[in-house]
């Protein structure tokens, strides 16, 4: 009987370090998982915050190329709109701005140009996220921007 004790207790053991070997890969794979999804969510989001400089840069580029180009000039531009976009506009400053989302929170970048601009975009995120092309043209004074989807 002393043999079959020492027996189980031998056997119970294995199974209990079994157990702790089984808890230990678990967690050492749910901390590596939520640590790469971490990683990825906040690289996706510095990705479209890049986007968004980018596309903010070219317009207002193509905006000054536009004006000094002279009456007549047109350029349309061409633009996948980052899923943080909420809504575009353009402020009587001379500024484009991009309000978006990030983690919750709502905020403004503003990009100011180096001529007179103005712009008409719709204020819905529905309508923000469909705008693939960007018109930018000469309208003597000043340069006008507004998405080809929705008119100017």
């Known amino acids: 009987m002393k043999k079959m004790n020492v027996s189980v207790f031998v056997k119970a053991q294995f199974s209990v370090e079994y157990l702790f070997v089984i808890a230990f890969a678990m967690s050492v794979v749910l901390i590596t998982a939520y640590v790469f999804f971490m990683q990825s969510r906040e690289t996706n989001e510095e990705q479209?915050?890049?986007?968004?400089e980018i596309i903010a840069r070219d317009v207002l580029s193509n905006a000054k190329n536009v004006y000094y180009?002279?009456?007549?000039?047109?350029?349309?531009?061409?633009?996948?709109?980052?899923?943080?976009?909420?809504?575009?506009s353009v402020s009587g400053d001379n500024a484009?701005?991009?309000?978006?989302?990030?983690?919750?929170?709502?905020?403004?970048?503003?990009?100011y140009s180096d001529v007179p601009i103005k712009g008409y975009f719709p204020s819905s995120q529905s309508?923000?996220?469909?705008?693939?092309?960007?018109?930018?043209?000469?309208?003597?004074?000043?340069?006008?921007?507004?998405?080809?989807?929705?008119?100017?």
């Open 96 to 111: 484009l701005i991009f309000t978006v989302t990030k983690e919750g929170a709502t905020s403004e970048l503003t990009y």
């Open 69 to 88: 180009a002279g009456p007549l000039s047109k350029k349309t531009l061409r633009y996948t709109m980052p899923e943080i976009v909420e809504n575009i």
């Open 127 to 152: 309508y923000t996220q469909q705008i693939t092309h960007i018109l930018v043209y000469n309208n003597e004074t000043y340069s006008m921007i507004c998405s080809e989807e929705f008119g100017c």
């Open 48 to 52: 479209q915050f890049a986007t968004v």
